[in-house]
């Protein structure tokens, strides 16, 4: 489910023997290619190549999990918030990355993919989510940060997905960027309040500035020589801006609300370049963002454990509400008869 393949295997070849491309009816993607080069919408009864059904679950499985993963390093942050005004917001702010989920994980399921299989690829460690909420939040600052900084950055990612070629993915963007949009505005004003404040909340700032800047310039993906999945989803419509064209994109617009603010960003090789009408930025290591896709940074277990327990500590729910949807329906069944 989560390849890139173009093809599948031949049921009846032997194991190691060639792939054999799908069969598939030439006018039906005549006309698929037709509504791409149109700029036109796909919906989820059109006929769509299988490579282009399983990119979209793929994208569109992976950001749900980054949303309900995103909840936990902010939720840890609800009980100890501040002030009372803090908590009501933060509240917000995570409710909606969970709303954010559900309509991304309906979205999918348009595709033929069930919720189960996707919580199922997940919560086994198949299917990736955002490397960005592999971090832990180790002070109130951390909470701010992730506003301005990853909700940033997320948003300068979503805005194009609002013109992805998919539909019901396209449309689910349009109401995810708006609140996003809100909470990346939360995070700038509870830091700049806090940049107001003492000494100490100030090096408290600083202090979550350096530790989540090189990780939110991470997040847009690699580099674009190494993304394997960037020219097929530009090519369909998927991905509108590239990883590195994106990322230039928000290194360009947070340096200014970074100067506002008052904070500095830890990257001695960040400058404007006039040539280039953008700024210059250092290195990113890509040998950590690796080994945190790959289950290995400093939050990975806990965070998968933590679905994992959400999932299975919810089971009576799930249970107690279909066995009421069986004995409503009994019950209509029975007075209709
Ligand atoms: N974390 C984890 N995996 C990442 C990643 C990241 N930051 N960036 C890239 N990858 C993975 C890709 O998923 C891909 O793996 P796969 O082929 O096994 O699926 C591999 O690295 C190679 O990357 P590509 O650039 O080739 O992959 P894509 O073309 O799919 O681009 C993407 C990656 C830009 C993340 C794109 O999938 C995308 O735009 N996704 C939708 C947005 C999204 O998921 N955002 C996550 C953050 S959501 C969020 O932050 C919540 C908010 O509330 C704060």
Known sequence: MYTQSFNVPDADAPSGAPLKAVPHDTALQAHFDAVIDADGKIEPRDWMPEAYRKTLVRQISQHAHSEIVGMLPEGNWISRAPSLKRKAILVAKVQDEGGHGLYLYSAAETLGTSRDQMFDALHSGKAKYSSIFNYPTLTWADVGVVGWLVDGAAIMNQIPLCRCSFGPYARAMIRVCKEESFHQRQGFESLMTMMQGTAEQKAMVQDAVNRWWWKCLAMF??????????????????????????????????????????????????????????????????????????????????????????????????EAALAHARKQQQRAMKEAA
């Open 221 to 318: 993906g690699p580099p674009d020589a190494d993304s394997p999945n960037s020219v097929q989803g530009m090519r369909w419509g998927i991905k509108r801006i590239s990883n590195d064209d994106l990322r230039q994109k928000f290194v360009d617009a947070t340096v200014p609300q970074a100067e506002v603010l008052g904070v500095t960003l830890p990257d001695p090789e960040l400058k404007w370049n006039e040539a280039r009408g953008h700024h210059d930025y250092g290195q990113i290591d890509w040998d950590e963002f690796w080994a945190v896709v790959n289950g290995d940074g400093p939050c990975n277990r806990e965070r998968l454990a933590t679905r994992v327990k959400a999932r299975n500590d919810g089971a009576w729910v799930r």
